[in-house]
């Protein structure tokens, strides 16, 4: 295996060592961050004369040449290197010879491998808030024509009170605006420049390292040596956004595949995102959304795999810390999956307002109002509430549904009912006189939809 540190060594390493030490099969995806930082290194290097011109032009051409070989696929990796920070500096010597040697002056793996991290998981970063952004779009959008569709509204999974599919929809757009703003967040302290911190204790050469950060568009340096090769806290950070991003969309997922099941029959998930059965023919499964939920079984899983990983971790670099990546990468490919897929299904799918309406129908979700009906009349909630209960109580023992009682039952109960409390507890009645402010009402929703408009064009919460 090709190494960067053979000198005090006589003989070689076992091959099991080496198989088991190895990182390239998981770090090489940071080919391209790695490369950023070696070039935004190697001018600072040339900046201030660590490097002659000359020498820093050979190995910005080859590590540019590196760049756009290995974009282009007609340069590969080599297979043997201990990491991809190595696998780089071999091709590099290959591309400009022994200069080559010269660009780990004043840098470490240990600070250059937390640089890598923290430019690649920026970048991803930005790329999930756009995914949150698009997913948030769509949930509105799907609103938006939904202010008036009712829906059996749930608590202990039974039928509580009707809301409307645009505000039970709205409810997922909330939790992604504070996915995205905890991504937004913990962005800040992923864009710190670790790099110039040397292996641990910093450099005896005169480097800079605010160009650095400034090239590489680092917000802030990292301000010590020591916390800045053994910090993971980004890591950490992310991958906990990461795991409630996915848990959000897991109970969204679950709500799918209910929704799906013909019982309920409120949506119908487009072909291209269900899978079929290799035995049942008529089957249409919602896998897409089972494997969401799943799947959110690894998000935690990478968030707590990287907190044991750093417990009791004594200062500074320890070989430990390479294990982050695949905690890392397993959680962003998994929520960015997530997120994607979500949106996937949402592209084409088919909600059965009918359906969803006629759930409603007789479930007596609509008793509360009978209830409140006489509040408005000046009697006591407590006492409205018993009265109400007895009212549903008649209506189960006659198999009627609530509205299905006569008035003069009704005034058996209590004088003050009149004619139009039959108004007053319409299923779609009852939806829509909720317009407290974050309440189903279609007006209130219709402002909340407003909300939540501004809060995308960054106009903030009023
Ligand atoms: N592949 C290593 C990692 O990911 C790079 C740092 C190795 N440093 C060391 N001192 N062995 O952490």
Redo the contacts with the bound molecule.
């Keep these: 295996m090709a190494k960067l ?1 053979g000198g005090r060594f006589e003989g070689g390493t076992h091959a099991d060592v080496e198989a088991f ?1 190895s ?1 390239l099969a998981i ?1 090489s995806r940071l080919a391209q961050a790695d490369l950023k930082g070696c070039l935004a290194h190697a001018r600072m290097l040339g900046r201030q004369g660590i490097l002659s011109d000359a020498e820093c032009q050979q190995i910005v051409k080859g590590l540019e040449a590196i760049a756009s070989g290995l974009e282009a696929g007609n340069l590969g990796i080599p297979p043997d290197a ?5 696998a780089i500096e071999l091709l590099l010597t290959e591309q400009a010879g022994v200069v080559a040697g010269k660009l780990h002056t004043a840098r ?3 600070d ?2 937390a640089t890598a ?1 923290r430019l690649y998981l920026r970048g991803e970063v930005d790329a999930l808030r756009e995914e949150i952004r698009a997913l948030q779009a769509r949930y509105l959008e799907i609103a938006e024509g939904n202010l008036h569709t009712v829906l059996p509204g749930l608590t202990h999974l039974q039928h509580a009170q009707p809301v409307s599919l645009a505000h039970h929809l709205m409810a997922y757009f909330w939790m992604l605006e504070r996915d995205h703003a905890r991504l937004t967040d913990l962005r800040v302290r992923v864009n710190q420049l670790p790099l110039g911190s040397g ?1 641990l204790a910093g450099t005896t050469l005169p480097i800079e390292r605010e160009g650095v950060a400034k090239e590489l568009g680092f917000e802030g340096l990292c301000e010590n040596s020591l916390d800045a090769v053994s910090d993971r806290d980004f890591v950490v950070e992310f991958l906990s956004a990461a795991a409630l991003i996915g848990t959000h969309l897991s109970r969204f997922a679950e709500e799918l595949i209910l929704w799906s099941m013909p019982e309920f029959g409120f949506i119908e998930l487009a072909d291209d995102v269900t899978t079929g059965s290799s035995l049942m023919p008529q089957k249409k499964n919602p896998d897409v959304a089972e494997l969401i939920r799943g799947r959110t079984g690894r998000l935690t899983g990478a968030l707590t795999g990287a907190l044991v990983m750093l417990k009791a971790l004594p200062l500074s ?1 320890n ?1 430990d ?2 294990e ?2 695949q905690h890392l990468f397993e959680g962003l490919d998994t929520v960015r999956g997530a997120v994607r897929l979500t949106l996937l299904m949402l592209q084409k799918a088919t909600f059965r307002p009918d359906r969803m309406e006629r759930a409603c129908q007789g479930d007596y979700s609509n008793t509360t109002d009978l209830a409140d009906y006489l509040v408005r009349k000046g009697v006591p909630f407590r006492q409205t509430h018993e009265i109400a209960g007895k009212a549903v109580r008649l209506a189960i023992q006659k198999k009627v549904a609530l509205e299905a009682l006569s008035l003069d039952e009704l005034r058996g109960l209590h004088p003050g009912f009149d004619t139009d409390v039959f108004d007053s507890i319409q299923t779609r009645a009852v939806m829509e006189a909720r317009n407290s402010r974050g309440g189903t009402g279609s007006r209130a929703v219709a402002e909340q939809i407003d909300r939540a408009r501004k809060t995308l064009r960054g106009e903030g919460l009023k």
Excluded: G, M, P
């Design positions: 540190w030490t990182s770090d201990e990491d991809v920070h190595t470490s793996r240990n250059q491998v991290c292996a670099y070989r810390l390479q982050d990546k």
